[in-house]
């Protein structure tokens, strides 16, 4: 159930990055979301629902990797995929605020 949340949620992220995210620079980050979810699951290797930098590191998920230390707020050393969607969702909300400050 929390995975079909979770997919849900990055499919609206896609669809809704549009215009202003490419202009910005993110939309490349938004046409990844898709591969970013199913990728953890590959990372995964355990199958606990969490990943650690270890997984992440040797894993399919070059976001997570990239950002793993930003997505893992509170310095658990793992992250789930809420974390993952928390953390995209900050960078979506974050988008509009200074597309408008540049102009």
Known sequence: MQRTR?????????CAAGVSHAQIGLGSMANSTANI?????????????????EEAEKGPVPFI??????????????????????YIRSLH???????????
């Open 37 to 53: 979810v199913k990728n953890f699951d590959i990372a995964d290797k355990n199958h606990d629902g969490l990943l650690t930098k």
């Open 65 to 86: 990797r990239a950002h793993f230390d930003e997505i893992d707020k509170t310095h658990r050393g793992v992250v789930s995929k809420q974390d993952v969607q928390d």
């Open 6 to 14: 979770f997919i849900a949620a990055a499919l609206i992220l896609t």
């Open 93 to 103: 909300k974050a988008a509009p605020a200074a597309a408008s400050s540049s102009h």
